[in-house]
Every structure is written in C-alpha cells, then in structure tokens.
C-alpha cells in the first residue's frame, strides 16, 4: 500500500499563484495530480486529470486547460513532486488528489492506483 500525502491548497486571487506538493511513502511510481470542481458529487468519473509526471521526473503531461500556466516537477530522492500553479483562474478551484500509478500516460488517462486525501484549492475572482 502506497501512502500520498498532498498539501499546499490554499485561498487565492485570480492571477495568483500557489505551490502543491505530494510525498509518496515508497519510490518509483509515477505520480501526478488530478481536480474535482465544486458542485459534483464524490465520484471517481468527475475528477479531471490535471498533470502527471514518471517515477524519475520524465515525460510529463498536462490537461491542456493548464498548460503553460501550471508546471509539475519531481524530487526523486525525497519521492515527492510539486504542482506550481500560475496565473491560477476561478475554474481551477476544487480539492486536488495527488496520485500514483504505473506510468505518468495511465495516469494522463486516469488509470490511479492510489490516491491522496486531497487538499482545497480556492481561486476568487
């Protein structure tokens, strides 16, 4: 069983800026983040992918409502990545989950085998 705690959420301004971060308890998974919106029930179908990135910091991918704006990097020796988000927009806000899974494309594809608890991200315009 694989561990994820996420932090980093927090109450923004549109434009603003914020810095999640996720630790997995093991290494070599892929890990990555995905959102759900306010207003939608707790399933698993409505939960959009955001951004993923390999065990070792390769191949990363975006949701393309946030590239260039959001950027994911990977410290593999501490197994934890981060998710900077710029220019952050009222449509960015919801609970994002940190993830983790077999490679960063399965995850782009919302193929997770584990999942944080989430932290809230709130954008007001």
């Known amino acids: 069983q694989v561990q994820l705690a996420d932090s980093g959420g927090g109450l923004v301004q549109a434009g603003g800026s914020l810095r999640l971060s996720c630790t997995a308890s093991?290494?070599?998974?892929?890990m990555g983040w995905v959102r759900q919106g306010p207003g939608l029930e707790r399933v698993f179908a409505e939960r959009?992918?955001?951004?993923?990135?390999?065990?070792?910091?390769?191949?990363?991918y975006y949701a393309d409502s946030v590239k260039g704006r959001f950027v994911i990097s990977r410290d593999t020796a501490k197994n934890t990545i981060f998710l900077q988000m710029d220019s952050l927009k009222p449509e960015d806000t919801g609970v994002y989950y940190c993830?983790?899974?077999?490679?960063?494309?399965?995850?782009?594809?919302?193929?997770?085998?584990?999942w944080g608890q989430g932290t809230q991200v709130t954008v007001s315009a």
């Open positions: 093991v290494s070599n998974y892929a």
């Open positions: 993830t983790a899974g077999g490679n960063s494309y399965s995850l782009s594809r919302g193929d997770a085998s584990f």
């Open positions: 959009e992918f955001v951004a993923a990135i390999n065990w070792n910091g390769g191949l990363p």
